[in-house]
């Protein structure tokens, strides 16, 4: 594919299809899983198997998403409580100035499009998050939540 920057320290399993305009750096991406175009996924996070990362999504450090995924087009991830542009002394931050909050979204879960993740946040096994929701906490597994911030609509059913 044309216009994919993709970092030597990238790790990809079997069966990885990766889409134009891409950039992906220091990450994982297991087997048979499908990154979309204009996808960014940085350094230490990982994408497990069978996963489908939609367009115009933000994978930051410190995000885990386990296998079996669906992630909808233009999902953002958040990895840090307090993002500051510049350190007390006045410069850019550099990475020594902040802390990655570590999120976790677990098999068989669904992001619609628009999700945003907050850090430090576990998103349950099969639950699914309804388009444009803000996730603030963790979401039990099995369950459909949505909104501003997201809550609890019902169980997911087995039908």
Request: net charge negative; with cysteine; hydrophobic share 40%.
């Amino acid at each position: 594919m044309e216009f994919q920057i993709i970092a030597d320290d990238v790790k990809t399993g079997e069966n990885v299809r990766i889409f134009s305009f891409v950039n992906l750096y220091g990450c994982e991406i297991d087997d048979n899983s499908k990154i979309g175009t204009f996808v960014e996924i940085q350094k230490g996070a990982r994408v497990g198997k069978n996963c489908k990362i939609s367009s115009h999504t933000f994978i930051c450090e410190g995000v885990t998403i386990e296998d079996d995924v669906f992630v909808g087009h233009s999902v953002v991830f958040i990895n840090d409580r307090f993002p500051r542009a510049t350190a007390a002394n006045g410069g850019l931050q550099t990475e020594d100035d902040w802390t990655c909050v570590p999120t976790r979204v677990c098999r068989g879960a669904s992001l619609g499009s628009n999700v945003t993740v907050l850090c430090g946040v576990t998103i349950g096994e099969n639950a699914i998050v309804g388009a444009g929701s803000v996730v603030t906490k963790d979401v039990p597994a099995n369950t459909i939540v949505a909104g501003n911030p997201a809550r609890v609509l019902r169980e997911v059913s087995s039908e």
